[in-house]
């Protein structure tokens, strides 16, 4: 009975590949191929973009697997910007990733999972040589609450010299039809309860929903490549070229390739996942740098096959215009290759955005449970319930998830997402690099190899990301840097929270460290020691799940339920107990 609720490891290494790879495959990549074509129009280097943005992609998981194997704790990059940038830089991540970034992304591959059922609602389900339904539509009617914005100087022109997009530009806010929000809404809710009893659930649902997928995609690859004919202009640039598009010079050539590279970076991004979830993965240090790097492996060999099937069947022209018209270019592909190839692909697509909304909600709210268990947000979001996961966290998830929703601004938060994910990753490269020296006496299970040049290669990719999204999207930089900046008012009005709860897990990292040398516990939680003694100092960080790793944390934990500053229980038989000395 006695002692805190602490996180159940529910997931095994299985569970933490298929949480990256969920994350990391959602819809995105049976649209942006047709976007880079837009900017890029020449199959041969788009595949080579493609890698490109794998080759980025493995550098920040290599960065990534050796802190996610010195901190193993609920909150992942949380943690690793509190060690290495300090409790303030950690703050403005985690009220960005509540209010802007990860809540952005769930919003809005609920209401693609919407718009893919819409897909069965209309044409029907197909049965052999008939369909079953069909001929209806999503109830209610979309409307845009605002206009479109397009003002200033042009910072992007097609292949004719006209331009498309001014620095200034404001997309729509488009609320859905009542229909399409209510689907997507349930989609949120359903999981929200499944996460919310248990993270072997949710687990299991992502295994399902991710090896569904990867076979789907691997079989359109198949579909494609066995069925359709080739196309006679198939990987030819623009123009009849065989690799640069005609007309294109090398100045217009590196933007060009610079700008598809960012969105390749957008398509590849979600492997951080599964950090956020370390406090329930069994033998967390060996097993998430393994998933770091077999998660993004195999989500990058889908990738470039897809990408290479597309462009088989489809002519580079053919690409662009689905770009310009913002329309997808997988059901183009299957549609070409078998009469039935739209249905297999919206099928695909169903599960494939399904699964991408489960492991987000699986895994984002272990960083406001961090948050809160450091003295921010809400207090009930820093617990754990009787099934061992932070529920309050993940049903107030849910819940501004489904705001955004119905409001329609995950529309505006799409580029403002990547723009936060990018941003973050710059003092989380630099952190890695500053914790090699202050924590220099922290096991490191796993290094990453070729240190500084990994690091400083990933923080470079993401400086050149955010620095795109400055140039072609001001306006959405400006609105998630302002965003992301309100936090820094509320985090002095809740800065006497933060270090009263600082003060706590430091008494609590005191008590347990006296625990494991025998000695009594201190008198209380509250970091007092008593009288005529000096407080108890924590035994040295080992970099295990919950124990100290440096100045400014002692005692920060990762997988503990409850408020700070409740004793834990000495585990039976671990410790040999040392014989107080008489006084």
């Known amino acids: 009975?006695?002692?805190?609720?602490?996180?159940?490891?529910?997931?095994?290494?299985?569970?933490?590949?298929?949480?990256?790879?969920?994350s990391m495959i959602g819809s995105g990549i049976l649209l942006l191929p047709a976007d880079m074509a837009e900017v890029l129009p020449?199959?041969?280097?788009?595949?080579?973009?493609?890698?490109?943005?794998?080759?980025?992609?493995?550098?920040?998981?290599?960065?990534?697997?050796?802190?996610?194997?010195?901190?193993?704790?609920?909150?992942?990059?949380?943690?690793?910007?509190?060690?290495?940038?300090?409790?303030?830089?950690?703050?403005?991540?985690?009220?960005?990733?509540?209010?802007?970034?990860?809540?952005?992304i769930i919003a809005g591959v609920a209401v693609a999972f919407a718009r893919f059922l819409s897909y069965f609602v209309e044409q029907g389900i197909p049965l052999g040589f008939t369909r079953l339904g069909g001929g209806g539509r999503?109830?209610?009617?979309a409307f845009e609450l605002t206009k479109t914005i397009d003002v200033g100087p042009c910072v992007e022109t097609n292949l004719l010299g006209q331009c498309t997009r001014s620095l200034i530009h404001v997309d729509p806010v488009t609320v859905p039809a009542w229909g399409s929000a209510f689907v997507a809404i349930a989609v949120i809710l359903l999981l929200a309860l499944i996460n919310g009893r248990s993270s072997g659930a949710g687990g299991r649902i992502q295994n399902i929903a991710t090896v569904a997928k990867v076979i789907g995609l691997i079989g359109?690859?198949?579909?494609?490549?066995?069925?359709?004919?080739?196309?006679?202009?198939?990987?030819?640039?623009?123009?009849?070229?065989?690799?640069?598009?005609?007309?294109?010079?090398?100045?217009?050539?590196?933007?060009?390739?610079?700008?598809?590279?960012?969105?390749s970076l957008f398509a590849f991004d979600g492997w951080p996942q599964a950090t956020y979830v370390a406090g329930e993965v069994r033998n967390a240090k060996r097993n998430l740098p393994i998933a770091l790097i077999v998660g993004p492996l195999v989500t990058s060999l889908v990738y470039v096959a897809l990408t290479s099937s597309y462009f088989f069947v489809l002519p580079i022209d053919q690409a662009v215009a689905l770009g310009v018209n913002d329309q997808r270019i997988a059901p183009e592909a299957a549609g070409a290759a078998a009469t039935w190839g739209r249905d297999f692909i919206s099928?695909?697509?169903l599960v494939s955005v399904f699964g991408t909304v489960n492991g987000f909600l699986l895994t984002a709210p272990r960083i406001y449970y961090a948050l809160a268990r450091d003295g921010a947000l809400l207090p009930s979001m820093g617990t754990l319930n009787r099934k061992q996961v932070p529920g309050w966290a993940i049903y107030f998830t849910a819940i501004w998830a489904s705001l955004l929703v119905m409001t329609g601004g995950y529309q505006q938060l799409a580029t403002m997402v990547v723009f936060g994910i990018f941003l973050f990753y710059i003092p989380t490269s630099l952190a890695h690099m500053r914790l090699r020296k202050t924590h220099a006496h922290v096991p490191r299970p796993y290094k990453t190899p070729l240190y500084p040049l990994v690091p400083i290669l990933f923080l470079l990719a993401s400086v050149f990301v955010v620095g795109i999204i400055y140039y072609k999207?001001?306006?959405?930089?400006?609105?998630?840097?302002?965003?992301?900046?309100?936090?820094?008012?509320?985090?002095?009005?809740?800065?006497?929270?933060?270090?009263?709860?600082?003060?706590?897990?430091?008494?609590?990292?005191?008590?347990?460290?006296?625990?494991?040398?025998?000695?009594?516990?201190?008198?209380t939680a509250a970091g007092a020691a008593p009288a005529g003694t000096a407080p108890a100092t924590p035994a040295p960080a080992s970099g295990?799940?919950?124990?100290?790793?440096?100045?400014?944390?002692?005692?920060?934990?990762?997988?503990?339920?409850?408020?700070?500053?409740?004793?834990?229980?000495?585990?039976?038989?671990?410790?040999k107990r040392t014989p107080r000395k008489p006084q």
């Open 473 to 523: 999207f001001l306006a959405q930089a400006l609105v998630a840097t302002a965003l992301i900046l309100l936090g820094v008012p509320f985090y002095f009005l809740q800065r006497r929270s933060l270090d009263r709860a600082a003060s706590e897990q430091a008494a609590e990292a005191a008590d347990e460290a006296r625990t494991a040398q025998g000695a009594a516990p201190t008198a």
């Open 220 to 263: 359109l690859v198949a579909i494609v490549f066995a069925l359709g004919d080739m196309h006679p202009d198939a990987y030819r640039a623009q123009g009849g070229n065989a690799f640069v598009p005609e007309g294109m010079g090398s100045g217009a050539l590196l933007v060009a390739f610079g700008s598809a590279l960012s969105l």
């Open 544 to 575: 295990t799940e919950g124990t100290s790793s440096g100045p400014g944390d002692a005692g920060a934990r990762g997988d503990r339920g409850g408020r700070a500053g409740r004793p834990a229980k000495a585990a039976k038989g671990t410790t």
């Open 1 to 22: 009975m006695g002692g805190p609720i602490a996180f159940k490891q529910n997931l095994r290494l299985f569970e933490a590949i298929t949480i990256i790879v969920g």
């Open 138 to 141: 999503m109830p209610g009617q």
């Open 347 to 349: 099928a695909v697509a």
């Open 42 to 104: 020449s199959p041969g280097l788009i595949l080579l973009v493609m890698l490109a943005g794998a080759f980025l992609t493995i550098l920040g998981c290599l960065t990534f697997a050796e802190l996610s194997s010195m901190f193993p704790r609920a909150g992942g990059q949380y943690h690793f910007l509190k060690e290495g940038q300090g409790r303030f830089m950690a703050y403005l991540f985690g009220w960005g990733q509540f209010w802007v970034i990860q809540t952005g």
